[in-house]
């Protein structure tokens, strides 16, 4: 499966974004999603998860109750709004696909990865 993620910018701290994640080639309804960022001279971390039907989803801690992930299956599409968004959120952001949920937080298990879309917060 192919992914194409966008939607990232220059937002002011408190600001909002939606990414979306758009896939092609495959049927996009197999594939849990994830969400994962990385920050200059950083590992890349995890930042969410959602199955395959949207009924289970997966936060990191310093997200939860800011995003919200979720997916249209009929578009093909994957989103991680974001709310509330300060400094320490700016960084590179991907999607990727996997297969099923296990180790969800782990960058290893996924098998497809987007491009990325830099998302900058100023204070």
């Known amino acids: 499966v192919q992914l194409q993620a966008s939607g990232g910018g220059l937002v002011q701290a408190g600001g909002s974004l939606r990414l979306s994640c758009a896939a092609s080639g495959r049927t996009f309804s197999n594939y849990a999603m994830g969400w994962f960022r990385q920050a200059p001279g950083k590992e890349r971390e995890f930042v969410s998860h959602i199955n395959s039907n949207g009924g289970i989803t997966y936060y990191q801690g310093s997200v939860k109750g800011r995003f919200t992930i979720s997916r249209d299956n009929a578009k093909n599409t994957a989103y991680l709004q974001m709310n509330s968004l300060n400094p320490e959120d700016s960084a590179v952001y991907y999607c990727?696909?996997?297969?099923?949920?296990?180790?969800?937080?782990?960058?290893?298990?996924?098998?497809?990865w987007g491009q990325g879309t830099q998302v900058t917060v100023s204070s």
């Open positions: 990727a696909a996997r297969y099923g949920n296990y180790r969800y937080a782990d960058v290893r298990t996924y098998d497809y």
